[in-house]
């Protein structure tokens, strides 16, 4: 290592240089975040400032294997039905409610399963129910998303386990010399807080939720029937060489030209300009009576009036459905161009339509790459959009997923994690153990497979964790930690713990809108904990403030991952979000500024 290097000083310099760069790639979002998180991480140990063991051991953390265990017990209870069928009861239970009475209730449903159950898979289950729920309310669907997710992350914050942050902040004040935080010792205050949040909505909040349309909305009548077929170009037909154009399938006629398959190769990037070989396979769209004239139209032989030297031969023909589906954290289209899916290959299923953060991406649906929130409009045979849904390519949003659940199982799902969350509250042993001896239980009596275990695993989320616990561990070794205390602690600290208290929760919060939860929550996490060591005083009320403003993501729809869920799927604008999410942001700050001190005193 180069000399310089080892002076703290540069070493400082070097650090705080890091945590900047990989702030601003969060924000500009031009790399995933793990990956920017890791390349930092290898920064560290290319400038020597931490060591491969160093570095090494921050894979040794409880934390992060804890969340991987709690994922997989998420996935148990999502697999085995108990999420859609407690959406199903809420439905059911509100019909011809109020729509502020129904919103009531679902957020209170919501709240205590996001308690117990990571908020993520939450969302994505219930988001078709709400939709759903609207409907026979006679009301928007954006008129309950918004409070769909802000439940699920006002649950989050009610128990250890309630969202990945909650674990991880343990985690880092655990290393930081704190004792660790008990099952329920944030329920009371967390219950508080998710007790203003409702009365916001019901006495501001839904004034404020707007109107909008939704993919949805595109959604042809379903009562007329429509097909999608495929048809042949023999060798030997007279529209060899000639373009597409020429075939005779026109909008004028009722149909319209959706793909070309070559050799299983879709063409449909060069439609436009595409001359027809033989052995091409079109593929059309038309309303059923169109469908039934098709030997009338370009020398159609159908059946057994087929004769040698035809235009076309018809392949296949099947009803087909239209439905709308949103990518979710698990799905393997995520980064991948729309010309490479496969899903008509897979499934005979096409893109007609995608929305991206309020925006139709029609003009990009050649080159585009799928992202976690992409809302997308599919249309094919109802068999296949059943088993792409059921692969978890999509998640269906125009109606609660018919995939085979385990419901037999439902039980030991549940029973598991009655039975983690009780032995962790009597400290029989550390939740990391117990998460973990859940996790295998599930899968080995059944309530998923290991495969879908280690699918429901969000690796990323893991990666962006260890990437910054590294970024941690480096701010304190270098003294870096200690250099942001003094310089805020020491002019700041003369007018009371309250005020330290307020502006760690508010610089929290300001970075949970921008960047990932997880990471705002460990690099403040030790600055909290530093706080109160200079002050004197107990550290935890510091740590709890990180605790629930990482988690107080509500001003913007990509600070925190159920907001992006919900963002395109209620058809929402960037803006709807700063209006109904700021004012709950303020409020929150202000409840919390009563209730921290009143759980873990300032003194």
């Known amino acids: 290592m180069v000399e310089f290097l080892a002076s703290s000083p540069v070493q400082i310099a070097i650090v705080l240089f890091l945590v900047t760069v990989v702030f601003f790639g969060f924000v500009r979002e031009s790399l995933p975040a793990d990956v920017i998180a890791l390349l930092a991480m290898g920064a560290l140990m290319l400038t020597g400032i931490m060591s491969v063991k160093e570095t090494l051991g921050v894979f040794s953390n409880a934390a992060p294997l804890t969340i991987a265990a709690m994922f997989v017990m998420s996935a148990a209870l999502d697999r085995t039905g108990v999420i859609d069928q407690a959406g199903r009861w809420v439905t059911l239970a509100t019909h011809g409610w109020s729509p ?354 280690y699918q429901a695993i969000r690796w990323d989320i893991l990666m962006l964790i260890f990437g910054m616990l590294a970024l941690g561990q480096a701010m304190e070794k270098t003294g870096a930690v200690q250099l942001v205390i003094d310089l805020v602690a020491g002019p700041m600290g003369s007018l009371g713990p309250l005020t330290l208290l307020a502006m760690i929760y508010l610089v929290t919060t300001a970075l949970t809108e921008f960047i990932s939860n997880n990471a705002a929550a460990v690099l403040l996490t030790p600055i909290a904990i530093g706080f109160g060591t200079h002050l004197g005083i107990d550290p935890r009320p510091f740590v709890v403030a990180v605790m629930f403003a990482a988690s107080a993501s509500f001003a913007t729809p990509i600070g925190y991952q159920t907001n992006t869920l919900v963002y395109t799927a209620g058809g929402y604008k960037f803006m709807d979000f700063v209006k109904v999410g700021l004012p709950l942001n303020i409020l929150m700050f202000v409840v919390s500024m009563f209730v921290i001190p009143l759980f873990w005193p300032l003194s």
Not at 123 to 144: E, F, G, T
Not at 229 to 237: G, N, R, T, V
Not at 371 to 383: F, I, K, N, S
Not at 424 to 452: K, N, W, Y
């Open 100 to 453: 502020i009475l129904a919103i009531l209730v679902m957020m209170v449903a919501v709240i205590f399963l996001s308690a117990f159950i990571n908020n993520t898979p939450v969302v994505v289950v219930l988001i078709p129910v709400a939709i759903r729920l609207a409907k026979s309310l006679k009301i928007s669907p954006s008129k309950l998303l918004i409070p769909l997710s802000f439940a699920s992350i006002f649950g989050g914050t009610t128990t250890l386990i309630g969202t990945s942050t909650n674990l991880l902040v343990d985690g880092v004040a655990q290393s930081g010399g704190l004792k660790p935080f008990g099952m329920f010792e944030i329920t009371a205050a967390g219950s508080l807080l998710a007790l203003a949040g409702m009365t916001y909505f019901v006495l501001v909040g839904w004034w404020l939720l707007p109107k909008r349309d939704t993919l949805a909305g595109m959604l042809p009548d379903q009562k007329e029937r429509r097909f999608i077929a495929q048809i042949l170009i023999p060798i030997d037909s007279v529209l060899i060489g000639r373009p597409l154009s020429e075939t005779g399938f026109s909008p004028q006629r009722g149909f319209s030209i959706i793909d070309v398959l070559r050799e299983g190769v879709s063409l449909k990037a060069s439609l436009g300009k595409l001359i027809l070989r033989g052995g091409d396979r079109i593929v059309l769209r038309s309303p059923v009576s169109e469908m039934l004239s098709l030997k009338e139209l370009g020398h159609v032989a159908i059946g057994a009036d087929a004769q040698e030297g035809t235009a076309f031969e018809p392949v296949q023909a099947s009803e087909v459905i239209i439905a709308e589906g949103v990518i979710g954290p698990q799905s393997r289209l995520i980064g991948r161009r729309l010309l490479g899916l496969g899903l008509a290959r897979l499934y005979g299923v096409y893109i007609m339509a995608v929305h991206r953060r309020g925006e139709n991406m029609a003009d990009q649906l050649g080159e585009m790459r799928l992202d976690v929130g992409d809302t997308v409009l599919v249309e094919g045979p109802a068999a296949g959009m059943r088993q792409m849904f059921e692969d978890g390519a999509l998640n269906n949003l125009t109606a609660t997923s018919d995939r085979s659940v385990r419901r037999d199982k439902a039980g030991i799902a549940v029973i598991a994690l009655l039975l983690v969350m009780g032995l962790a509250a009597f400290e029989v042993l550390p939740i990391a153990a117990l998460a973990i001896i859940g996790a295998t239980a599930v899968v080995a009596l059944g309530c998923l497979d290991h495969q879908e275990a």
